[in-house]
Each structure stands twice: as structure tokens, then as C-alpha cells.
């Protein structure tokens, strides 16, 4: 069962970088795309990115000029910044395996972690 | 980029009845990208649905999705305790961006 679990700081302040880190186990990081979603408190949900295995990434338009991913396949890792942040972007952040079917492609997300609250304040 | 709407944002109903979630898109899609996933508090997202229709490992018949075009629906045939939460529709859409839907709270009436 492939699991994954997010961890990074808890409070970031104002104009500084968000850094999460998500460990999947389980299961290989390898042929996979993996997401980053995020929830502000009480809001709905907001897809800010993916990244492939090898490297390859997309962004939401709406945060791109701020996101950078990476991934780390000998750890079975992928991570996250979202720099120059304000209280906009306090929200729990989610990391997600993206799942494949022949007939739906890459269009849902199967595994999901916990969740990892960041808040953003001085 | 397409838009996403869910009605009704509140739904209120008794366990044993049935309930009809709608999700709206703002243009013609292709059903087989569209999910649907269940979220209760404090809690990630739960995939019930994909391409549409087809549900996820392990997820009773009790839900179903269905639709096609811009009108789709997430179908509880007879609710359940567990199955009060918000519900979230989820597009792939073009240049390879995920879209969701605002959420439809399912309360306890």
C-alpha cells in the first residue's frame, strides 16, 4: 500500500520560502507523476503542481512564478518551495500520487498524505 | 481555463434517502477526465470516482457518477452515516492542469 506523508516547518513568515519535502513508501517514486495540492482553512482545494519522476514539471498558472518542485528518487522523495509568501498561502498542503489508466490517463489522484498545515505569520 | 460548479454548495439529508451532487463545467469535456473524491474533516481527499464513472478501489456501489458535456453528477443511491462530508469534482484539463470543483457540503438533516 503506497503511502505518503508530508513534513516541513509549521510557520513560515512573510516573503520567505514554504518548504514541504513528501516521503513516499510503499511503492517507487519511478513512472509516476506526483502532485502538490493545497487546502486554506475552511476553503476548497487548489492543485499548485506536479512533477514527474524524471524531473519534468507543470504549475498551476496561477502560482508558477513562485513554485519550484524537485524530486529525489534514491530517497523516494519529492519537494516543494513556494517563495515570497504571504497569509494567502496559509493552508494545509497535501502531496499526491497521480494515478494512470489506460482509458483516463493521468487524470485523477489516488493517494493522498495526511495533510500538513503551514501558516504564514510574523 | 474551464470552471468548475458545484450544486448545491449545502445539501441536507436523512441517512436512507438518496442524494444527487451536480457538477457544471463552464464548457464541453471529456468525461473521462473527470473525478470526483469525498473529504471529511481533518482529513485528506478520498478518490470515489474516475473517467467519469468508474469507481475507485474499494468505494461501495452506492455511489455512482454519471453525465456527459458540461452536466455531471455524483450519485449516493442511499446515505449511509460515513457518507456525510463535502464532495469535490476534479477536471484534467488542457495544458495538463487540474481543476476543481468549489465542494458540496452533505449534511445530516
Known amino acids: 500500500q503506497v503511502q505518503l506523508q508530508e513534513s516541513g516547518p509549521g510557520l513560515v513568515k512573510p516573503s520567505e520560502t514554504l518548504s514541504l519535502t513528501c516521503t513516499v513508501s510503499g511503492g517507487s517514486i519511478n513512472d509516476y507523476y506526483w502532485s502538490w495540492i493545497r487546502q486554506p482553512p475552511g476553503k476548497g482545494l487548489e492543485w499548485i503542481g506536479y512533477?514527474?519522476?524524471?524531473?519534468?514539471?507543470n504549475y498551476n498558472p496561477s502560482l508558477r512564478s513562485r513554485v519550484t518542485m524537485s524530486v529525489d528518487t534514491s530517497k523516494n522523495q519529492f519537494s516543494l518551495k513556494l517563495n515570497s509568501v504571504t497569509a494567502a498561502d496559509t493552508a494545509v498542503y497535501y502531496c499526491s500520487r497521480v494515478a494512470y489508466t489506460y482509458r483516463t490517463s493521468w487524470s485523477h489522484f489516488d493517494y493522498w498524505g495526511p495533510g500538513a498545515l503551514v501558516t504564514v505569520s510574523s | 481555463e474551464v470552471v468548475l460548479t458545484q450544486s448545491p454548495g449545502t445539501l441536507s439529508l436523512s441517512p436512507g434517502e438518496r442524494a444527487t451532487l451536480s457538477c457544471r463545467a463552464s464548457?464541453?469535456?471529456?468525461?473521462?477526465?473527470l473525478a470526483w473524491y469525498q473529504q471529511k474533516p481533518g482529513r485528506a481527499p478520498r478518490l470515489l470516482i474516475y473517467g467519469a464513472s468508474s469507481r475507485a478501489t474499494g468505494i461501495p456501489d452506492r455511489f455512482s457518477g454519471g453525465g456527459s458535456g458540461t452536466d455531471f453528477t455524483l450519485t449516493i443511491s442511499r446515505l449511509e452515516p460515513e457518507d456525510f462530508a463535502v464532495y469535490y469534482c476534479q477536471l484534467y484539463g488542457s495544458s495538463n492542469v487540474y481543476i476543481f470543483g468549489q465542494g458540496t457540503k452533505l449534511e445530516i438533516k
Open positions: 512533477i514527474y519522476y524524471i524531473g519534468s514539471t
Open positions: 464548457e464541453s469535456i471529456y468525461s473521462i477526465y
